[in-house]
């Protein structure tokens, strides 16, 4: 009699125990699964990695040689007086120009480029409007090359205004308007038979670059797929990168690299 009461005992417990597992199984692994099959490769997707590495080519600041001549402007950067909006070789100042100008999540970096047509050296202002206040970069442009006058921490829209020193003053020549919007969303959108399927979109106006990690099953668990990169378009089409996380717990994490946004955390257990 005591050995049946043990086994009905035991039996109650496994019961139990299986009824509470299968409850936070399912609690977990809630999310929409797609009509979409493990893949041939592990990422699809338009990707876009800008010609220019944020951070790598940052201008090398000077001191102003003098004063500047200002284009007059209302406390916003808007330009007050102009006949007209001036595009890239056909400022104010023969040779020397804005050119593509590059947005990046990277610490909300923008790169106002410069170029310099001419066969000599020249000394260059940049200000840079944004969010109700403005800051300066003086720096040298060498003949025939680019600048890359770094401001860092804009968010939005901005104006930039660019002067050539003359000898004597540093000149108007002209402006260029963009906007910096790191906004890059990622959703689980498959998630069943141990694989994982995160959908990337930038939704921004910025270059972002997007680190995706798998922080368990561990490597040792044979489908460890890691950490892996992508770089969304601007605006564009839907990323699809894909794990392969086995029918065991999983972790995962994906962040945009150097920016202000909060990473996203995908867990559960296939």
């Not at 950490?227 to 972790?251: C, E, M, S």
Request: charged content about 15%; hydrophobic content about 30%.
């Amino acid at each position: 009699m005591k050995t049946l009461s043990k086994l009905k005992v035991l039996a109650s417990g496994m019961t139990l125990s299986l009824a509470l597992v299968v409850g936070f199984t399912s609690a977990v692994s809630a999310a929409p699964v797609v009509g979409a099959q493990p893949p041939v490769t592990s990422v699809s997707g338009p990707q876009s990695k800008p010609a220019v590495e944020p951070g790598s080519r940052d201008a090398k600041k000077t001191e102003a040689l003098g004063i500047t001549n200002y284009a007059k402007v209302d406390s916003n950067g808007k330009l007050q007086a102009a006949p007209k909006t001036f595009s890239p070789l056909a400022g104010n100042v023969s040779g020397v120009d804005f050119w593509t100008p590059y947005n990046y999540c990277y610490h909300h970096l923008v790169y106002p480029t410069v170029r310099n047509t001419t066969a000599t050296d020249k000394y260059i202002q940049v200000r840079l409007y944004n969010q109700s206040g403005y800051r300066d970069i003086y720096t040298t442009i060498y003949a025939n090359s680019y600048a890359y006058p770094a401001f860092y921490g804009v968010e939005g829209s901005w104006t930039a205004y660019l002067y050539v020193w003359n000898g004597s003053t540093y000149q108007y020549d002209e402006y260029w308007t963009g906007n910096n919007t790191c906004n890059v969303s990622v959703v689980r959108d498959y998630n069943t038979s141990g694989w994982v399927r995160l959908a990337i979109k930038n939704n921004g106006t910025a270059y972002a670059s997007q680190r995706s990690t798998e922080l368990a099953p561990y490597p040792g668990s044979g489908t460890y797929t890691g950490t892996q990169y992508d770089y969304p378009v601007a605006g564009g089409a839907t990323i699809y990168r894909w794990f392969q996380v086995g029918y065991t717990p999983y972790g995962i994490v994906s962040d945009t690299q150097d920016s202000w946004l909060t990473p996203s955390y995908f867990t559960g257990d296939l």
